[in-house]
């Protein structure tokens, strides 16, 4: 299958600052990223659909404002979130679409585990 | 009614047997189904994708769609302790283009 690699594996920062999340396709290109969070014991969320060179699409009741995606090339998409809280503590997890005809596969990366102390 | 359901389990089988699992959905025109497997604390990792009604095998996996009936189902033949996992229906809706609607996912747990 095809590879996706996300950096970093894990981070913790503290309350109020920002940290960026790196969501690559590396052997693909990927016009479409996906952006997932999931907590314990739960399935995963959709966050938002990025698209490369447009802005994303941000299912409803994620906030745009705090996080912050960027397609900015067919193998990169970043996930900034800003002024973290603890409640923002999660597991952080991109996917890339790849398409041929009828088919849309999507691959996982390997995911973030964000603690916000 | 959710539109991908699966059943959460634990669903338990001994080593060596067949594990069955079953997921049903709501949008009569989805076209395409995927199982992926999820290990606790990793990312969830794709093992079978089908588009036509009928099976579709891979090695010990057997997928299978019933259209008709709106389910799909995935068989894990001689079942290994390494296959204890979290398994996640997945389906692209008939007006999406990629975006995958998820199950909440069945446990499996394979008793050496």
């Known amino acids: 299958g095809a590879v996706v690699s996300q950096h970093p594996s894990r981070v913790i920062c503290k309350s109020g600052t920002s940290v960026k999340i790196e969501c690559r396709s590396l052997?693909?290109?990927?016009?479409?990223m996906f952006w997932y969070r999931q907590f314990p014991k739960q399935s995963l969320m959709l966050m938002a659909t990025?698209?490369?060179?447009?802005?994303?699409?941000?299912e409803q009741g994620v906030e745009k404002d705090k996080f912050l995606i960027n397609h900015a090339s067919l193998t990169l998409s970043t996930l900034t979130v800003t002024s973290a809280h603890p409640e923002d503590s999660s597991f952080y997890i991109c996917s890339a679409l790849t398409s041929g005809g009828f088919s849309y596969e999507q691959y996982f990366g390997p995911g973030t585990r964000l603690t916000v102390t | 009614q959710k539109e991908v359901e699966q059943n959460s389990g634990p669903l338990s089988v001994p080593e060596g047997a067949i594990a069955s699992l079953n997921c049903t959905y709501s949008d009569r025109g989805s076209q395409s189904f995927f199982w992926y497997r999820q290990y606790s604390g990793k990312s969830p990792e794709l093992i079978m994708f089908?588009?036509?009604?009928g099976d579709k095998e891979d090695g010990r996996f057997t997928a299978q769609l019933n259209k008709a009936s709106q389910y799909v189902s995935l068989l894990i033949r001689d079942s290994q302790p390494s296959d204890s996992a979290t398994y996640l229906c997945a389906v692209i809706k008939a007006s999406n283009t990629g975006k995958l609607i998820f199950g909440q996912g069945t446990t499996l747990q394979v008793k050496p």
């Open positions: 052997d693909f290109q990927a016009t479409t």
């Open positions: 089908i588009y036509s009604n």
């Open positions: 990025s698209n490369e060179g447009s802005k994303a699409t941000y």
